[in-house]
């Protein structure tokens, strides 16, 4: 079956020539030895797909007793840390962890939320789904439920179902018909009625809303983001834009969302690690075209000249080449 986390356009593929046990072996030696060897963990861990670690860390654990990431963890330190365990982590249990990270503690890190929940497949979102019942024994929507509130709240849980279409064939019938639908719910009435705009939004296929927008567009003389942009206010605009972008160009999404973690006087490392590891068998490449088509730059330089050391090497490598 093919893992609905492998796209065509990644920078990471399967490594051709693949020993697991051999990789295995040569990972416990560069944690084992007196200081570890952070060349040859980067080396093999950048240079293999994410279910091929799997294999690795199974391997690793039949040889030692030992968890690779817990040795990970307690081996390396600070974001090099963090990224070397993401990328030994399965997609769907990193999506999961990286929710509940989002919803831990004080205060709910919305932009991670919408970011996950934005683009993420309804076949990811199932898988993730049951990854965050298996590993906190509590529902996702549960979780989500508290943490939120509002016309947010519900379309974040819509989102969450997993209920999304995924039928490729569009029904122009139903594109005039949802246009009109939202056109009656924004512009055209005092005061909005946001389910309708959460439905639609949350439920329609990517190539269906496509059709929705375009006929959006005639209807309203405005484009569906300027109409969400003066309707709604808030997480749930922030949201719903995020969706309109998603469906437009999922790439140009990301790159947004990568420009934003590294311009400013900080690096946002914990959305850089999360876009670049989860991206890094999908559609990496067109993330990165898409980088320099907007800003002038490579995402390899931006990572470059933001970064330092094996942190670094380790984006740049997950990144591929320089464009």
Known sequence: MASVWVGTRGTIRDYAGFNASKDAETVRKAIRGIGTDEKTLINILTERSNAQRQLIAKEYRAA?????????????????????????????????????????????NEKALIEILASRTSKQMKEVSQAYYTVY???????????????????????????????????????????????????????????KFTEILCLRSIPQLKLTFDEYRNISKKTIEESIQGEMSGHFEDLLLAIVQCVNNTPAFFAERLHQSLKGAGTDEFTLNRIMVSRSEIDLLD???????????????????????????TLLRICGGDD
């Open 64 to 108: 030692s007793g030992k968890d690779l990431k817990d040795d990970l963890k307690s081996d390396l330190s600070g974001n090099l840390e963090r990224v070397m365990v993401a990328l030994v982590t399965p997609p769907a249990v990193f999506d999961a962890k990286q929710l509940k990270k989002s919803m831990k503690g004080s205060g709910t």
């Open 287 to 313: 993330i990165r075209a898409e980088y320099k088509k907007h800003y002038g730059c490579s995402l390899h330089s931006a990572i470059k000249s933001d970064t330092s050391g094996d942190y670094e090497t």
């Open 137 to 195: 024994k509590k529902s996702l929507g549960d979780d989500l439920s508290s943490d939120t509130s509002g016309d947010f709240r519900k379309a974040l849980l819509t989102l969450a179902d997993g209920r999304r279409d995924e039928n490729v064939k569009v029904d122009e019938h139903l594109a005039k018909k949802d246009a009109q639908v939202l056109y009656n719910a924004g512009e055209k009435k005092w005061g909005t009625d946001e389910d």
